[in-house]
């Protein structure tokens, strides 16, 4: 069974710092692309940073570059959010998502998401 479990969101003063966990399972995540996407309410969701199976590439929203940084162990099976200087404005669910590409079909797993709040 497929799991991908976000941790470590909450409620953070502006100009703080999250560093937010997803750890998975049931399938092989060093053969995936791991991404972080979030959505804020009435927004449609985004993607915010991604890194690549190996951890070799890594790609970043414009709004987020220079304050968040991803990063992946793949002995654990695990990938990271930090997120630095926090604005409100990054104030949305964070969704955790393993992507592959094989034979031309795209495969998709998702998180449950977890809240982050930015707020004086």
């Known amino acids: 069974q497929v799991q991908l479990v976000e941790s470590g969101g909450g409620l953070v003063q502006p100009g703080g710092s999250l560093r937010l966990s997803c750890a998975t399972s049931?399938?092989?995540?060093?053969?995936?692309?791991m991404n972080w996407y979030r959505q804020a309410p009435g927004k449609e969701r985004e993607l915010v940073a991604g890194i690549s199976s190996t951890g070799g590439s890594t790609n970043y929203a414009d709004s987020v570059k220079g304050r968040f940084t991803t990063s992946r162990d793949n002995a654990k099976n695990t990938v990271y959010l930090q997120m630095n200087s926090l604005k409100p404005e990054d104030t949305a669910v964070y969704y955790c998502?393993?992507?592959?590409?094989?034979?031309?079909?795209?495969?998709?797993?998702w998180g449950q998401g977890t809240q982050v709040t930015v707020s004086s």
């Open positions: 998502n393993a992507r592959s590409y094989a034979w031309g079909v795209r495969r998709d797993y």
């Open positions: 049931g399938f092989t995540f060093s053969n995936y692309a």
